[in-house]
């Protein structure tokens, strides 16, 4: 069996969670986001074995390991082995340079928390296996394939953004992509006197991968219903609210509610950016809070515990702006509070959390950093 703390590597990786400030539901219909990376991640360590084939993978969180024959990559049936799986499948479909190794790795991402633990391991083992062997991966490259290997092996059709941010970011910087070219610009992130802290529900709602692709499919038939007036249409990002608005007759509620959140946030997030630039920071926080109102009334991928963080974090002043991050259902709030307020705030919500629902409410400061990095490299 393989161990993570004497495993002699050649090539060892820090892979980042991400957080996400702004632009939520938007990466998958061509808009904008605003994530970074953070300092919790996973580390990744890789050596060749001197086998052609044979590949051994360990978590030393879930201290499981797998071993698997590179000619014969097919879906596991234990969906975290698929994350493995999906990315070596999809390197071999661009190099046939893969050989044999073994990889043990180890995380302090909480999982299914909403901050990605998913994209930083496809990312990590991609962007390792790329050091390892000279791959020659460029790292647009490397987050394009891990997405690839999110859709077609684990099913969940995510956007671009998990990926894109564990892998680019730059320390103390946000990132503001644009989902449709891929073009980005890094933002310096003053945040001060505020710090972002992370409320986690503890909750992972079983609706999380179907209602996502839901949604996505729920937005497709509304560009399809839009195009049939605008032909020009061919994802959200190219609709307006004037646009929307003449669709409203033709467009089933349901489907007109999501539109609208998306179109909606579509701009909200160049407010918020614009907004940084400009150090108005309480207008920042309040677009967040903006965000969540249309997450969980018209976009509907909130939960009750996510909503009662957020409405309970409305009576403290010293807390500027709170929403659900990621894909919903559970997982983490993102907060953005006074740095001396965090003590007294942690323990009174955790308090009437618990109280609530019966559950430990959990809580970290995220500090930006930078995306995927090498920590030892071959000789
Ligand atoms: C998940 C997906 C992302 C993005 C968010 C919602 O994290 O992986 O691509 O769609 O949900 O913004």
């Known amino acids: 069996m393989l161990k993570f703390n004497n495993f002699k590597s050649q090539i060892t990786i820090e892979s980042p969670g ?5 632009g939520e539901h938007t990466d998958y219909n061509d808009g904008f986001v605003l994530p970074t990376a953070i300092d919790k991640k996973i580390t990744f360590k890789l050596k060749y074995n001197d086998s052609k084939n044979l590949c051994n993978v360990y978590s030393a969180n879930f201290k499981v390991s797998f071993s698997f024959d590179l000619n014969h990559i097919k879906i596991s049936q234990n969906e975290w082995e698929n994350y493995i799986l999906g990315v070596i499948y999809e390197i071999q479909q661009l190099t046939d340079k893969l050989k044999g190794f073994d990889c043990v790795f180890s995380s302090d ?77 890094y933002i310096p992130i003053n945040i001060k006197p505020y710090k972002i802290l992370l409320l986690n529900t503890n909750v992972a709602h079983s609706l999380a991968t179907s209602e996502y692709n839901t949604r ?8 399809e219903i839009i195009n049939s007036k605008y032909p020009d249409v061919f994802t959200l990002r190219d609709v307006d609210e004037h646009m929307l608005g003449e ?8 489907i007109y509610n999501r539109c609208k959140y998306v179109i909606e946030e579509k701009s909200r997030v160049l407010k918020a950016v614009k907004a940084l630039k400009e150090n108005r920071l309480t207008d920042f926080g309040q677009l967040m809070y903006n965000t969540h109102e249309g997450l969980s009334h018209e976009y509907q991928v909130s939960c009750l515990e996510l909503d009662f963080l957020v409405d309970y974090s409305k009576s403290y002043d010293t807390i500027i702006g709170s929403r659900m991050m990621g894909g919903g259902f559970g997982g983490c709030t993102i907060n953005l509070i006074q740095e001396d307020a965090i003590l007294d705030f942690v323990k009174n919500v955790s308090k009437a959390y618990l ?3 019966d559950i430990q409410l959990t809580s970290f400061e995220a500090n930006p950093r930078e995306g995927t990095s090498i920590l030892k490299n071959k000789k």
């Open 18 to 22: 991400r957080i996400n400030f702004i």
């Open 109 to 185: 991402i909480p999982v299914g928390s909403g901050i990605s633990s998913s994209a930083a391991l496809e990312c990590g083992l991609a962007f390792g296996l790329n050091e390892l062997f000279d791959l020659g991966l460029s790292k647009r490259t490397i987050v394009e394939l891990s997405q690839r290997a999110e859709h077609n092996f684990v099913g969940t059709k995510c956007g671009i953004m998990d990926q894109y941010a564990s892998v680019m970011s730059k320390k103390d910087h946000v990132i503001l992509l644009d989902c449709r070219s891929l073009e980005h610009e």
């Open 216 to 223: 996505r499919e729920e937005c497709e038939k509304g560009v």
């Open 247 to 254: 669709c409203i007759k033709i467009l089933p509620a349901v």
């Open 355 to 357: 109280k609530k629902f």
